[in-house]
């Protein structure tokens, strides 16, 4: 039994709270206090970036916040689980702090508290877990040096931060895709058989974006901002590593991957190595899309996540077979 309410009543009637307490406590917080974020000035170089102009902004620390109390609640607290809460609110606040920045915090300062969280993640991960990683669709397993596995984590995790922070500017897209990527991660840890608390604070994360996409969805009234797009991505990286199948971030957030990575490569490559990639293209993707394509909003979020449900069901079927 992981859940520890009411002592003597049955686990489900404790996942079952947790669950209606994530959702409720995210609802009602959002709702009484979306006026005291700070204020979206619009973004002048995104499609339709200056219709967000006014809106709150940050409102990843709620539902953030939320999911820290509902873990310390409803899950036997262990050292790893919590420190990896520490650090996720850490990278939430980050964001949050650039939110509510007036001038808007440097890429290098960001990128190198990214860095330093990302560092810290997978020194975490090493203290308590094993350097063992799997190739779940091979079902191959191997065991890699803590120095290279370590360096593999970070890149891993920083990658998921800023790449989950790029996709993130369409009402209700990377919240969406953060949902379909944290099911398939939560059914492989079910598959794997993997322990059962960190799969239940999967469900909690999960169930607090939703909170927040109650009032995210097309046309949204407030949005997360640094601090939820931070946060999300770092809690991914997390949850693939706790899989053992961490190869397997790949086909779980291609789409994440795909729409926030690109721009992130080609804007890398243009400064680094003055090599200038994909110039008919407009990026995040979601921006080409709506811009080029001409889809509207909800064709953007419903599209984008049919592709990667479609994945994640292949990856699902591919690792059973």
């Avoid at 989950?164 to 897209?173: E, F, H, M, Q, Y």
């Avoid at 492989?188 to 109650?214: H, M, Q, T």
Wanted: charge should be positive.
């Amino acid at each position: 039994m992981i859940y520890r309410f009411l002592p003597g009543a049955p686990g489900s009637l404790y996942a079952f709270a947790g669950i209606l307490f994530a959702f409720l406590a995210t609802v009602t917080a959002t709702a009484k206090l979306s006026d005291r974020l700070p204020k979206d000035g619009g973004r002048e170089f995104a499609h339709d970036g200056k219709l967000s102009a006014g809106k709150p902004r940050g409102a990843g620390i709620v539902f953030v916040l939320v999911f820290a109390a509902a873990s310390v609640l409803f899950i036997p607290m262990e050292a790893e689980l919590a420190i990896y809460l520490i650090l996720i609110i850490m990278s939430m606040l980050t964001g949050f702090f650039d939110d509510a920045s007036e001038k808007p915090w440097g890429e290098y300062r960001k990128g190198f508290l990214d860095l330093c969280v990302a560092a810290l993640v997978a020194m975490t991960f090493l203290k308590y877990n094993s350097g063992v990683v799997e190739l779940a669709l091979f079902h191959v397993k191997f065991v890699l040096h803590p120095v290279v596995f370590a360096l593999l984590a970070i890149i891993l995790v920083w990658g998921s931060v800023n790449v989950t922070n790029c996709a993130d500017g369409v009402d209700g897209l990377s919240g969406t895709l953060a949902i379909i990527t944290l099911m398939t991660i939560y059914l492989i840890n079910r598959i794997k058989d993997r322990p059962e608390k960190f799969s239940f604070a999967i469900l909690l994360f999960v169930v607090c974006i939703l909170g927040y996409l109650w009032f995210n969805a097309t046309p949204s009234k407030l949005m997360m901002g640094d601090a939820g797009s931070r946060a999300i991505g770092l809690f991914i990286s997390i949850a693939i590593l706790k899989t053992g199948c961490a190869l397997l971030y790949i086909p779980v957030a291609f789409v994440l991957i795909l729409d926030g990575g690109l721009g992130l490569l080609k804007v890398a490559l243009l400064r680094f190595l003055k090599i200038h990639i994909l110039k008919n293209t407009r990026t995040p993707l979601h921006d080409h899309v709506r811009k080029l394509w001409g889809w509207s909003n909800t064709q953007t979020v419903y599209r984008f996540a049919i592709i990667q449900i479609i994945l994640s069901a292949a990856v699902i079927c591919g690792i059973q077979i």
